[in-house]
C-alpha cells in the first residue's frame, strides 16, 4: 500500500513563506510525476505546480514566480517553497504523484490547510 503524507502547512502573515513537503512510502517501484493541487472553500481543485520524473516543470499562472516545486528522487519526497504568499493562496494543498507499484496507479495525499492572513 502506498501513502502519501504531507507537512507544513499552517498560518502565514501575507507576504511569507511556507514549505510543503510530501512523502510517499510503500512498495514502489517507481514515481513519475509529482504535483501539488490546491482547493479553495467552495471552488474545484486546482493544479499547482507540477514536477516530471526528468525534473521539468510547470506552474499555474497565479503561482509563477512566487513557489517552487522540487523533487528528492532518493527520498521519495515533493516540496513546494511558497514565497510572497498572498491572502487568496489559502486552501487545503493536496499532494499528487503518479506511481507504479504492481501497476501504475495515481495516489493523492490527505491535504494540508495553508491560510494566508494578517
Known amino acids: 500500500q502506498v501513502q502519501l503524507v504531507e507537512s507544513g502547512g499552517g498560518l502565514v502573515q501575507p507576504g511569507g513563506s511556507l514549505r510543503l513537503s510530501c512523502a510517499a512510502s510503500?512498495?514502489?517501484?517507481?514515481?513519475?510525476?509529482m504535483a501539488w493541487y490546491r482547493q479553495a472553500p467552495g471552488k474545484q481543485r486546482d493544479l499547482v505546480a507540477l514536477?516530471?520524473?526528468?525534473?521539468?516543470?510547470n506552474y499555474a499562472e497565479s503561482v509563477k514566480g512566487r513557489f517552487t516545486i522540487s523533487r528528492d528522487k532518493a527520498k521519495n519526497t515533493v516540496y513546494l517553497q511558497m514565497n510572497s504568499l498572498k491572502p487568496e493562496d489559502t486552501a487545503v494543498y493536496y499532494c499528487?504523484?503518479?506511481?507504479?507499484?504492481?501497476?501504475?496507479?495515481?495516489?493523492w495525499g490527505q491535504g494540508t490547510q495553508v491560510t494566508v492572513s494578517s
Open positions: 499528487n504523484a503518479v506511481i507504479v507499484v504492481h501497476t501504475t496507479e495515481n495516489y
Open positions: 510503500g512498495r514502489i517501484i517507481s514515481i513519475y510525476d
Open positions: 514536477i516530471t520524473l526528468g525534473g521539468t516543470t
